[in-house]
């Protein structure tokens, strides 16, 4: 017998032997159905491999990452069986998972595939995988391997074979397809329910363009019909609600050949946006109590050699400038200029928390060609701000300030949302991690009942923190189901001690500050891109550049509607008159498509009323109302920033 651990810490005792897929049964025919594959001991294995000592064991689902990798993996093969079929004598390269599926290379010859073929494939795939064919492994002597695909004629597998030890090899078949693979697999082909192979492309050889050019075939398959659909409606969803089309359409941000390229430039409607937020995060901040500040741009290369950024982080940074014989930078990060604030004054425990805040602008280098609309971008404005504490505060901190992410996902409608903890590894302290194992094991702690008791989903990863403490990035979700990486909550318990930063106790003895680093909203433009898509440009009305539109049924109705244009600016309201000359039905269009939120038609009737008839974007007549009243109410719906 053998002693299996589970992930909640029960140990149960099996017969040497067993695998996954029969401990899943153990506990339920329903789980069995789902597992795709086992953690054993920290490895991914097979769920129909046997487990022949103790262990550690986590079943995948389609619900954990590995669980989808190995899915994903396993309709690579499933797809090379059918291109097999169609292509005889391809060979292939290799046909990894993806983050939204798979690919597989392959030399075709001088054959080439189209997307007529694609549709064949999928169909023949489907057959296949109906087929139920099991994904079995099978341990494999180097010389066998290298018989087989030498027999085959595939200098491909041959390649991959000559950096493989022998005693290492293994080969996993289902239906008459082999493949040299280390797995691991599902256990059969009949869990893949659904395929869409996506696109065709071009990839040199180990991605070397002097060798030879081979085919890349992609696809995404899933569990059931409907999470296909739902992701293919997704994607659809995704390329309509793009934010560099709807930057540009609704005139947000620009950028410039001469600006140069990842250097946005906000115009008059995402300046308004910009404003909003900043508004936002200050009327937040200060009711945190946090004070605010304005650091320059740029500083000189001693401080960044005192913060580390200089040499570990140079390649992220802008070279530097000369002047007076001294080197200066462009600012990566705020965090250096707010550790001199806070060292600027001498401080007791009386002072702590103490917490400044800076939208501070930072310019970082991003690689030209992984430079992407606002999501990745050179120039940044950060929503930022260094708490320097104690460590009985810290706590208390921290909790306030995943309380502040909670309520800005409130106010932006986001749902979804999960913090990732991540920890260091003891066995790399002092060389990955800050050699400090007590105060790891502390903040580590604290971090993690703050995030249990306020009951926020998450994950714990070891081995990814920053150098100098425990973090947490935070993923959202936009409506239509895609991830964005917001922000990082950090704790920080080096940096205090490199700016010698400290504060005196009541014993008059001297201690250095935590620090913890946050920045809930990101930068705006990350936040702007991400809004932009979440909305689909439709913004609520406290954020939305241009609030009401109003539109006059002819030009003798002109002097009525400047009269609730003066009256709406007066109130705060972002107003302006359609005063062209055009038919009614075409200003609404219009308005419509600049998805204003709100519209007020005013003509005869309304004038001699005092009224305006109200349209809501997207929603149609909402009837008519007293302007007064209109007033009233959006004044309230942009004060409590109502979603919608
Ligand atoms: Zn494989
Ligand atoms: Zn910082």
């Known amino acids: 017998m053998i002693n299996i651990t589970f992930p909640d810490g029960a140990v149960r005792e099996y017969e040497n032997g067993v695998t996954a897929l029969d401990i899943a049964k153990s506990i339920s025919e329903g789980l069995a159905r789902k597992v795709l594959a086992a953690n054993i001991n920290g490895q991914v294995w097979d769920a129909t491999r046997p ?16 669980g989808k990798a190995t899915f994903w993996h396993s309709s690579a093969h499933l797809m090379a069986e059918a291109v097999e079929t169609m292509f005889p004598g391809v060979k292939f390269w290799v046909g990894p998972p993806v983050e939204n599926g798979f690919y597989y290379d392959m030399d075709l010859g001088d054959r080439k595939m189209t997307e007529e073929d694609l549709a064949a494939l999928e169909k023949k795939m489907n057959e296949l995988a109906k087929q139920n064919h099991a994904y ?6 180097k010389a066998e391997a290298v018989k087989y695909f030498t027999e085959k004629g595939d200098e491909y597998k041959l390649d991959l074979l000559e950096g493989l030890q022998d005693g290492q090899i293994t080969f996993y078949t289902q239906g008459n397809f082999t493949d040299l693979c280390r797995g691991p697999h599902i256990p059969n082909t009949n869990f893949i329910k659904a395929i869409k192979l996506t696109n065709i492309a071009g990839a040199y050889w180990k991605g070397d363009e002097k060798n030879k050019q081979l085919t890349r075939v992609y696809g995404v398959t899933f569990p059931s019909q409907k999470e296909l659909d739902e992701y293919l409606h997704m994607l659809e969803e995704a390329k309509k609600r793009d934010h560099r089309k709807l930057g540009k359409e609704l005139g947000i941000y620009t950028m410039d050949d001469d600006v140069g390229p990842g250097l946005i430039m906000w115009m008059p409607n995402g300046t ?5 937020l900043e508004k936002l995060a200050k009327e937040t901040e200060a009711d945190a109590g946090y004070k605010r500040v304005v650091t320059p741009h740029i500083a000189k290369e001693s401080m960044y050699l005192t913060s580390g950024h200089l040499p570990y982080y140079a390649d992220s940074m802008y070279p530097p400038m000369e002047m007076e014989g001294e080197r200066y930078y462009l600012k990566a990060m705020n965090c250096p200029h707010h550790h001199k604030i806070y060292a600027a004054e001498p401080k007791s425990y009386r002072d702590l928390p103490y917490r400044i805040a800076e939208y501070g602008t930072v310019y970082r280098y991003e690689q030209s060609g992984e430079l992407f609309g606002l999501m990745r971008v050179r120039c ?60 790891w094991k502390e903040t580590e702690e604290m971090v993690r009942n703050v995030l249990i008791e306020s009951n ?39 940096q205090g001690r490199s700016f010698k930063l400290q504060y005196t106790k009541p014993d008059n003895t001297t201690e250095v500050p935590l620090i913890i680093h946050r920045a809930p909203l990101g930068t705006h433009e990350r936040f702007i891109g991400f809004l932009l898509e979440h909305y689909a440009g439709k913004f609520p009305v406290w954020l939305a550049p241009q609030q009401v ?29 359609d005063e062209r000359n055009e038919k009614i039905g075409k200003k609404i269009r219009e308005a419509e498509l600049s998805k204003v939120p709100y519209m007020l038609v005013v003509g005869e009737k309304e004038m001699n009323e005092q009224k305006v008839s109200v349209r809501r974007q997207g929603k149609g007549d909402a009837g008519a109302q007293f302007i007064d009243e209109f007033i009233k109410m959006i004044v309230e719906e942009i004060k409590t920033r109502k979603s919608e």
């Open 51 to 66: 487990i022949n000592k103790d262990a550690t064991i986590k079943l995948l689902t389609w619900t954990d990452v590995e």
């Open 456 to 494: 926020i989903p998450y994950i714990e990863v070891q081995d990814e923190a920053a150098f100098y403490g425990p973090k947490i990035d935070v993923q959202i979700y936009s409506v239509i189901g895609r991830e964005f990486t917001l922000a990082t909550n950090q704790v920080d318990f080096s």
């Open 380 to 439: 940044l404005h950060m929503n930022d701000a260094h708490i320097y504490c104690t460590r009985e505060q810290f706590a208390e901190e921290f909790r306030a300030v995943n309380e502040m992410y909670l309520k800005y996902f409130k106010i932006f409608g986001i749902d979804k949302y999960v913090m990732r903890l991540s920890l260091h590894s003891p066995d790399k302290l002092g060389i990955k991690y800050v050699n400090h194992p007590e105060l």
């Open 136 to 141: 079995i492994r099978k341990e494999i002597p």
């Open 549 to 577: 539109k109003i539109l006059p049924i002819s030009d003798k109705f002109l002097p009525y509607a400047n009269e609730i244009k003066s009256k709406l600016h007066k109130a705060n309201v972002r107003a302006e008159v």
């Open 272 to 276: 308004i946006i910009i404003e909003e």
